[in-house]
């Protein structure tokens, strides 16, 4: 048995144990995860009075039935130092949320190589496609089957490969012509070539090698239309060659103004006001073109009805384009936004669905 194999074993079986004792996994994991966030918030704001907490105790339980929902209220109420009714815990938005507006059509966001055939958009990057041992070209029925590494590099010095299912800056790879092997891209499985962007002058000034990314939250209302509801910049360390959650930094932006809001936060949730060992403000910084990046993600919603609310991480590249990197239709991030600007959902009626 394989380490990856075992490890899979040991999660269900440690799964199992505690649904024996009557504990549920996955509140038991959010709750860890927002007491480790809260550690960290407080440190720069302080804990959360003991009637702001009561507050979000009796909130969990009047609204969502359960304080198992409690955790994520008390950490978006240590960042807005303040309890707000209308916000939605990051755990009852997986839990019950998802599967209602979306349940297993968001899944179709990991399948990298359908982003061309539900868009039909030039903002997608996409190149080639490798699926079961074909390439093609993404959004059509043609098949590359001779010189694959010419077509790819024929007008790029860099290609990324993203693997189905790859978010948060997982299973994305960066290959040179130099460094690029069939032989070991077959072997990491079915997934998207895009080309490497090049971004815009004003977001290189941030010393990481990765492309930044904005984030961008779309929902459809009851009558199918789509709204913006939350933004922020996702900066790479210095060393990344793509932006990974696991070391990224995020700065919320005004979705009226494309400003940022000054504050940036580490992945742990430590706030920082300047990009990290450099002098470079987080204030005072416009994102380019961000009203033309906001018109294409609403665009791009109407191609997907089946789901009601999708992360998008689109940046602008060095000629003035908006370009979409990747898009979430399952679980997508809404703890950092609900945190930082919500409650951004108070009107959809998701708190009715329990």
């Not at 105790?57 to 039935?65: G, P, R, T, V």
């Not at 961008?216 to 922020?232: D, E, F, K, M, Q």
Request: glycine share 8%; proline share 5%; hydrophobic share 35%.
């Amino acid at each position: 048995m394989g380490a990856e194999t075992m490890k899979a074993h040991l999660k269900d079986a440690g799964k199992s144990a505690l649904r024996t004792i009557g504990v549920d996994w996955y509140h038991l994991l959010h709750r860890r995860e927002a007491r480790k966030c809260l550690q960290n918030i407080s440190a720069d704001t302080g804990v959360p009075s003991k009637e702001y907490l009561k507050l979000c105790d009796e909130y969990a339980q009047d609204i969502f039935k359960s304080k198992d929902y409690a955790p994520w209220l008390y950490v978006y109420t240590a960042i807005a130092r303040e309890f707000r009714e209308g916000w939605i815990p990051d755990n009852y938005y997986g839990k019950v949320v998802v599967p209602r507006i979306a349940g297993e059509y968001g899944r179709v966001s990991g399948l990298k190589p359908l982003q061309q055939i539900l868009f039909h958009s030039p903002a997608c990057p996409d190149v080639l496609a490798f699926v079961n041992g074909v390439y093609f070209v993404p959004g059509t029925s043609e098949v590359i089957s001779d010189n694959i590494v010419e077509y790819l590099f024929r007008e790029n010095e860099k290609i990324v490969f993203k693997l189905d299912g790859s978010l948060q800056g997982k299973a994305v790879y960066v290959f040179t012509k130099q460094s690029f092997s069939l032989e070991k891209v077959e072997k990491l499985g079915n997934g998207v070539f895009q080309s490497f962007i090049v971004q815009h002058a004003s977001l290189s000034d941030f010393p990481s090698a990765a492309v930044s990314t904005l984030r961008l939250t779309t929902v459809l209302n009851a009558s199918g239309s789509p709204s913006l509801r939350a933004s922020y910049l996702r900066f790479g360390a210095a060393d990344d060659t793509h932006v990974s959650s696991k070391t990224h930094i995020r700065v919320p932006i005004n979705s009226h103004t494309g400003e940022t809001e000054g504050v940036g936060y580490t992945p742990g949730w430590k706030q920082i006001r300047c990009y990290p060992d450099s002098d470079i403000s987080f204030s005072n910084f416009k994102y380019p073109k961000f009203t033309k990046a906001c018109a294409l993600v609403l665009a791009l919603h109407k191609n997907v009805p089946f789901v009601h609310s999708i992360g998008w991480d689109v940046c602008v590249n060095s000629e003035q384009e908006v370009k979409l990197m990747e898009w979430n239709a399952g679980h997508n991030d809404i703890k950092f936004s609900e945190a930082t600007q919500g409650p951004c959902f108070h009107d959809l009626g998701w708190e009715k669905f329990v």
